[in-house]
Nanobody, 123 residues
């Protein structure tokens, strides 16, 4: 079992930055691939970024490439999402998720989810 708690969301102007963090419980954090997903009002939850167990491989959806960076600190059981050059279309609830083993980019592949943190980008 893994419990995930996100933090770092908030209200920011377009062009600004936020850093999300997701703290995981348990002693086997390094055995889980981690992902960030987001859900805007009236839309389905979508993939944003993912990182492999050791942190050596990262993946991004096209709309955030060059602006967002996913990273992890296995000693602290934490995964981060640094978001720069934010746009109003980035507004959503952001969720972190975990799955044992390799990275898969599909939402359905992730077994454990946090409660989400709201990110609002004003124009």
């Amino acid at each position: 079992q893994v419990q995930l708690v996100e933090s770092g969301g908030g209200l920011v102007q377009a062009g600004g930055s936020l850093r999300l963090a997701c703290a995981a419980s348990g002693r086997t954090f390094s055995s889980y691939a981690m992902g960030w997903f987001r859900q805007a009002p009236g839309k389905e939850r979508e993939f944003v970024a993912a990182i492999s167990r050791g942190g050596g491989n990262t993946y991004y959806t096209d709309s955030v490439k060059g602006r967002f960076t996913i990273s992890r600190d296995n000693a602290k059981n934490t995964v981060y999402l640094q978001m720069n050059s934010l746009k109003p279309e980035d507004t959503a609830v952001y969720y972190c998720a975990a799955r044992p083993g390799d990275v898969i980019l599909k939402r359905e592949a992730y077994q454990y989810w946090g409660q989400g943190t709201q990110v609002t980008v004003s124009s």
